[in-house]
């Protein structure tokens, strides 16, 4: 019988109730999904991130092929598959000949240019995974010319009714509860707390992890650990595990750093959201659950994460896009430093997240922003670049949140679109954080010298270089207070210590 519908799925659209089933038909219609090298290497991913996505792709084919549909699969090796989105999907469009060709609207720009340029036209379906469409973010946009995530999350807690009473006031008399969620762990380190689950890889996923090695040798992190949740059900399981074991301790210690742990309170769920593996709505009815008897402090600053922040991000990018990417607000130009791919530096803040970052292709968000971000950002690396690093290396990094995330909120590249001020700190703050400087040859107090930590160093040079436009900003006030006590000899030094750092980090510069 002739071919009716084509439903083509990409690798982070694995939800069998996506709109793009919605009249799928199992006698007269089909899945493609494509298995293909460019998007293994378009840039160099970790090993890990790349057994997620096809061991997660492969599970979804078993589970809609066992649930009776007919789904067309190329494997990466099949002979014939021919590496590239556009052409292995001509090339299954022009075999099998469909009527009609159906995807859920891609999560990346350049995807979505790809698949339009495809005959016959695709038809793009709604994502429905998200809680903001894309028209309710521009509605909102247009009656908030500088969108505020605080503004916008407020918007969503009252249209969705999360944590909110009758007439709108937010449960707790506060919208949100940051003062209670900075705690460090202080010098007992954190406290005793149940490991998270891990998932033993199966037969498809083993398959996927020797393929993975086998065809793709050189590239960074390592495969051992792989321990990923990789179905739907997989995925629910981990989400009941944070919320039991996790959540309770995930408000009042979201930013705080351990040497050596690489998880901690954190839900370690992105990578699932972000494949469709498991839905926002999900994640929240379950928070809202709350089987662990989480504080309010901990539920709600979960809950802005997905509600608010997520949502936020998602909105900007299909907004700016594709003038985003090309962003470089503060006209930062080195590359990233070389030990980011290897973690050899004696930096031991950087050391761990790059370690955690090498073995689990993972580190948590204050890692992210406030160790590795924060490096690239003083030392003036290019916003673009440090965006692909974080694709690179992260399992559950996709481009519609990582590019503002990295680009925006961590480099400022946008300059202002995504945070009201850059995320500019010294070694202090690590130090305040953390244990990693108690361990360090470097002290996170001094900027010049022996000992100096390069971050206080280039913290001092990054305000200096930037005071024409921060100096004004309230939000940075202090900052520029402190800067100009420094004695302007000081301040000299400070600065040519800042170039040879950059030159010494940055060789090929
Ligand atoms: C990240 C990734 C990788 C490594 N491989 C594939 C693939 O082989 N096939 C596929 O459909 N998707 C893959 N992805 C995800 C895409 O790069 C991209 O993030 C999404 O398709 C964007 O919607
Ligand atoms: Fe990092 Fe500086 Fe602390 Fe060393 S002293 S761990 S480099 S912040």
Redesign the pocket.
Known sequence: MKLRNLVL?????LDPQSAAFDDFNDATDAIL?????E??A?VR?HKM??AF??AA?RHFRNTQQNAGRRVIYSE?DDPDNRGS?AQEIRRHIAALKPRHIKVLA???W???TVLRALRPAVEFCEDRHFLCSIAEFEAFANTHPRPVMETFYRMMRRRLGILVDAAGKPSGGAWNFDADNRQAFGRNGPPLHTPMKRFEPDAVTRNVIAMVAREFPGHPGRLENFDLPVTGSEAETALADFVQHRLADFGRYQDAMHGGEAFLFHSHLAGLLNLHLLSPQRVIDRVLENPGNAPLNAVEGFIRQIIGWREFIRGIYWQRMPEYAGLNSLDAGLPVPAFYWTGETDMRCLQDAIRHTIDHAYAHHIERLMVLGLFCLLLGVAPYAVHLWHMSMFWDA??WVSLPNTLGMSQYGDGGITATKPYAASGNYIDRMSNHCRQCRYDPHQSLGETACPFTTLYWDFLARHQQRFATNARMRQQYVNLRRKEAGELQRIRLAAASLKARMTPSA
Request: glycine share 6%.
């Open positions: 799925v990409l690798g982070d659209q999904m494509v298995e293909v090298r998007e293994a378009y991913q991130r790349l996505f096809f792709m990466l989105f891609p999560g990346d350049r995807v979505k996709v481009d």
